[in-house]
Every structure is written in structure tokens, then in C-alpha cells.
């Protein structure tokens, strides 16, 4: 998958996350809903390609090309800074050679991927929820993280789900979780609730962040 999570990880009390103020040019108001449903696939899924491998400690691995790596680099920072009310995240599929992207429909940011897919393999499917979304309900869990920790509710994890689910609470309290945080956010707020093991361990899925001191 594609993530930068060793560079979003903390090492303050305060979390910021990369989806963090991310609305960016173009991502007011509500995403330009011209694309197509149930999503693409671009020109360059036409064609066949060998997956790559790395050698690491005597094990081989997968890698991602240079080629396609640059092209979803590029797309992931246009995607966040122009178009965050579509944007919602993409994923590296090494083995296929392509990436998964997911956005809610717009004609607009569609034909920024085509523009800048070149001949990659970019499958795109639909999300729920952009970055600009997810991002102000990341920060407005963030804020109230000591209001929780005093109500006894421990989040150990917080972060946007790269395919625009929802924000990604890691907990080791998910009933009260999943009972608490929307009453107090809203039943329609975009909360997926997970259940970390004692050690901070739960699926990975998107941009996450442990948060220090709980365990995580």
C-alpha cells in the first residue's frame, strides 16, 4: 500500500496527520459529482506488466516501479492539495502492478488522473468520503483526545481510511466507543471503529497514527 505512515507517526502529545488541513484549491463545498459510478479503469490497465522484486534480509519482495511510484506520488499530491473533496486515498497493488485509488465521482479530478495516470494502471472505485472531509473530523477527534482519555474511552489510534470510509478509531474500548463518540460527533459522522489489542496492534487501514502513551 501506499503510505507514509513512518513520517506521520508522533513523537509529541499533539497528533497531526497528513489529512490535517488538506481542503486544498478546488476542495469547497461539495466534489463535482460528474464521474462516472462504480468507477474506471485507465489505458494503461490494457496492457500486462511483470511485477518487480527486491531482495530485503535474504527474502524476495514485490517492489513498486519507479514509473508507476512517481505517477501515484504525483496523483496522491494533486489529489490532496487541488481536489480534497474527492481524493480519498490509493493504494500501491505491487503483485498486479497498478494502484487503486479511491475518490468520491468528479468529472473534474477524473480528468486530472487521466492526465497524469501516463501509461500506469490506476483502477478507480469509488469512495464515501474525501480527505477534505475526513480531515476536519480527524481534527475535531484529535482535539477532544484528553476529553476522552478523562471519560476513561482509550483511543490509541486515529486516521483517514485510504478508501474514504471514514476516520479510523483504534480503541480498546469499542463499545463504549462506538456508543459515546457519536452521540457526541453525530450519528452521521464518519467513524469506523476498530479494536486494538493491548499492544496497539489492530488491521492497518490508511493513514493512521498512534497516539503516545496509550500503548500504541
Not at 168 to 175: P, S, V, Y
Not at 191 to 213: K, M, Q, S, W, Y
Amino acid at each position: 500500500m501506499h503510505r507514509d505512515q513512518a513520517a506521520r507517526m508522533l513523537a509529541a502529545v499533539t497528533l497531526t496527520l497528513s489529512a490535517t488541513g488538506c481542503t486544498g484549491i478546488g476542495s469547497a463545498g461539495q466534489p463535482d459529482q460528474g464521474g462516472p459510478l462504480g468507477g474506471w479503469r485507465t489505458a494503461g490497465c490494457e496492457f500486462r506488466r511483470a511485477p518487480q522484486y527486491t531482495v530485503v534480509g535474504g527474502i524476495r519482495l514485490p517492489t513498486t516501479p519507479a514509473r508507476l511510484g512517481a505517477t501515484v506520488d504525483r496523483i496522491d499530491k494533486g489529489g490532496r492539495e487541488r481536489f480534497g473533496a474527492s481524493f480519498a486515498g490509493v493504494e500501491v497493488d505491487e503483485m498486479r502492478v497498478r494502484a487503486i485509488l479511491y475518490r468520491v465521482p468528479s468529472a473534474g479530478f477524473d480528468d486530472f488522473v487521466r492526465t497524469n495516470a501516463e501509461d500506469s494502471c490506476i483502477v478507480v472505485r469509488d469512495a464515501a468520503h474525501g480527505v477534505g472531509e475526513l480531515g476536519h473530523w480527524n481534527d475535531r477527534v484529535v482535539a477532544d483526545l484528553a476529553y476522552w482519555s478523562d471519560r476513561g474511552v482509550r483511543i490509541v489510534t486515529v486516521g483517514s481510511r485510504n478508501d474514504g470510509a471514514g476516520v479510523e478509531i483504534g480503541t480498546h474500548d469499542l463499545a463504549r466507543a462506538r456508543r459515546e463518540l457519536p452521540a457526541r460527533y453525530g450519528r452521521s459522522a464518519p467513524l469506523v471503529f476498530v479494536a486494538e489489542n493491548p499492544d496497539g496492534h489492530a488491521t492497518p487501514a490508511g493513514d493512521r497514527a498512534a497516539i503516545p502513551g496509550t500503548g500504541g
